[in-house]
């Protein structure tokens, strides 16, 4: 198959399930045909095999090189591995569009972007801003000086520069908007600070969610909504903690439980999922269909773990380490339960100098949690 039929798979599949944002047709354009993705995938793409990420060569495997470039929807493309775990990606398309629409670009606006990687996003930024008004800081070194010339290769301006995007780029500022490709747990101020007073600004928050913060008038604070569930890697030097495998081997399950929860229903809740990453935060919760039945994982990423698979009444628990982990995200579900069960756009964001609050409904609803 042709990448140029791939790519028309992936825009029919995109179609199907509505994920093109009807608010920024100029997304879709620029996504699969003034901006190709396989212009910025590197010749070696990584693939999990099961068990590690192993490397796939254009030259020796064109066309699975191609099927990960132009994946499914949800799908990224893994660019670079560090300490056998993924540093970074071209982020899946669904997601890439959706942080393009809630960002709200316009022709002529002032743009930094943090996280430049292979330089697509940045690209597509420049397509739609024009030339010479984008800005990308990129950590890496060698994938900056990469990104500028892929970049300029696909006949687009936009500045690349080595450094620490938590930082920003304060030479260029004040910006019309501003973009973050990888996850923080904490927004940067000094993001807020380069982003004019009415200016905008699209982040992911730590492993689950991305929010788009308009800047207030008096350039105190930055309050938005959460736009949807995505899911970035997080800057370089965090520390990722211990994998679930891992931390399994190391503690054995020592308690076996019932729930007559819904978890397949509910885990398939967006509200739910978001609300657990506030009040439960630092428990990762993955789910899927295994032999045995519909299966959630959780783990801490230090030592304990749990999971919860589906039976004809109900799901059984099995858990190990020090924390009970599955109770709880029970406590945290009930939490969410009782708040009305607010859904995924019910939540937002207030970003000041001073501190970050979560909100739910209302950013003048205090604290959720």
């Excluded at 739910?272 to 299966?295: K, N, Y």
């Excluded at 801490?300 to 099995?318: C, E, L, M, N, Y």
């Amino acid at each position: 198959m042709r990448l140029d039929d791939r790519r028309t798979a992936l825009a029919e599949a995109m179609d199907a399930q509505g994920l093109w944002p009807a608010d920024s047709p100029w997304v879709r354009r620029a996504i699969l045909d003034d901006v190709p993705r396989h212009l910025f995938a590197p010749d070696t793409l990584w693939m999990w095999s099961g068990t590690a990420y192993v490397p796939v060569d254009r030259a020796l495997q064109p066309e699975a090189w191609a099927d990960l470039v132009y994946a499914g929807p949800y799908d990224s493309a893994i660019t670079q591995i560090g300490d056998g775990l993924p540093t970074s990606s071209l982020s899946c398309v669904c997601v890439v569009a959706d942080m393009a629409d809630s960002l709200i670009l316009e022709p002529g606006h002032r743009t930094l972007e943090v996280g430049a990687g292979m330089g697509w996003n940045a690209a597509l930024l420049a397509h739609r801003a024009g030339p010479g008004l984008v800005t990308s800081v990129e950590v890496d070194p060698g994938l900056a000086a990469a990104a500028r010339q892929r970049i300029k290769a696909a006949g687009l301006d936009a500045a690349v520069h080595p450094g620490d995007g938590n930082a920003g780029w304060p030479t260029g500022a004040p910006y019309d908007r501003l973009i973050a490709t990888y996850a923080v747990e904490r927004v940067p101020w000094t993001w807020v600070a380069q982003v004019r007073p009415g200016g905008r600004l699209v982040t992911p928050w730590g492993r689950l969610g991305h929010v788009a913060l308009t800047v207030t008038a008096d350039g105190e604070s930055a309050t938005g909504w959460v736009q949807g569930l995505g899911m970035f890697m997080p800057s370089r030097g965090v520390d990722q903690g211990r994998e679930l495998h891992a931390i399994r081997a190391d503690q054995p399950a020592d308690r076996t439980s019932r729930t007559e929860r819904n978890v397949r229903l509910r885990a398939q809740e967006l509200g739910l999922l978001f609300s657990l990453r506030v009040t439960a935060a630092d428990i990762r919760i993955t789910t899927g269909e295994r032999e045995q039945g519909f299966t959630a994982w959780l783990h801490d990423g230090v030592g304990s773990w749990a999971t919860a698979t589906v039976g004809p009444a109900g799901a059984t628990v099995h858990e190990g380490g020090p924390r009970r982990l599955f109770e709880e995200v029970e406590a945290g579900w009930r939490h969410w339960e009782q708040r009305g069960a607010p859904g995924l756009f019910d939540f937002g964001m207030t970003v000041t100098a001073a501190e970050q609050i979560i909100w739910c409904r209302s950013p003048d609803s205090g604290h959720y949690g």
